[in-house]
């Protein structure tokens, strides 16, 4: 792994590395902030942070504020990019597919799986570096936004046990039934909607056994979101929560819009809430 970034931020390191990434088959890049407990040597767990569409590690980490946060609670806060990226990783020219929207899944369909396999990464390859390279703990939490709250949402569901706590803010909730998730999970996925649940948060709730893990899910939208009644639909999420009985806070916050304004409103809270569960 090289480092290409450092910065001194509140008392702690805010870096970013490149590595080869053989699940994805391309080198990547991923932001993360050491506090000074971290900085010292001492362990720490984390917090990963998927971003939505378009984004790469550098959004989070220089709009949301959240390194004052990490640097309140000890949290070592990683970033990953959003997709492979790279001469020879397939591509398109529309923002919602390809590089910068990887969805968080593993592609079946060619071109894409030779590459779009974030799924592994987020969850196996990328905490496992991590771990060995980093004073992290294996205590971990997950979150995001967006696209990257849909990622945050079906990863921690997919892997019972392997995180203490998972929030999302604007999540795309059941992309098999809004435009982007169609879009790419058709690309990515093909035509099998079967195949399509497995990576859909409300369908996912909906078909877990009774005697699953129910980590609590806490979420955030804001009521001025120009995709709230297209593209993310907390509706959905809310009724089959309902349905199970899977422990859901979902806060509806008025005035607010899909920016990194209504990001940095709330980091804050979901920091905090991420704390109580790694420390707890």
Not at 159 to 169: C, E, F, K
Request: glycine residues 8%; charged residues 20%; proline residues 5%.
């Amino acid at each position: 792994m090289t480092r290409v970034e450092r910065h001194t931020s509140f008392g702690g390191s805010q870096e970013v590395w490149q590595h080869k990434s053989d699940v994805l088959n391309c080198d990547m890049r991923f932001g993360i902030y050491l506090p000074a407990a971290a900085v010292r040597g001492e362990p720490c767990p984390v917090l990963y942070w998927l971003s939505g569409l378009t984004c790469t590690e550098q959004n989070f980490i220089t709009k949301a504020g959240a390194q004052a946060y990490a640097a309140l609670h000890n949290l070592i806060l990683v970033v990953p990019d959003t997709s492979p990226r790279g001469e020879g990783v397939a591509d398109d020219a529309a923002y919602d597919l390809g590089q910068g929207a990887g969805f968080y899944l593993n592609a079946t369909q060619a071109p894409w799986a030779a590459h779009y396999r974030m799924q592994d990464y987020v969850a196996q390859e990328l905490p496992g570096l991590i771990e060995q390279h980093f004073p992290a703990t294996s205590a971990r939490a997950i979150a995001g936004h967006s696209m990257g709250g849909h990622g945050a949402l079906i990863t921690a569901l997919r892997n019972p046990g392997r995180y203490r706590s998972v929030s999302a803010l604007s999540p795309i909730v059941a992309p098999s039934q809004a435009p982007w998730g169609q879009k790419a999970f058709a690309a990515y996925l093909g035509d099998d909607k079967a195949a399509w649940a497995q990576w859909d948060t409300v369908e996912l709730i909906r078909s877990a056994a009774a005697d699953a893990e129910r980590l609590p899910l806490l979420v955030d939208q804001g009521l001025e979101d120009e995709f709230l009644t297209g593209q993310l639909r907390p509706d959905l999420l809310e009724a089959v929560c309902k349905e199970t009985g899977h422990p859901l806070t979902l806060r509806r916050q008025a005035g607010h819009d899909h920016s990194y304004y209504f990001i940095a409103s709330f980091i804050g809270d979901h920091v905090a809430h991420h704390a109580v569960a790694l420390q707890g």
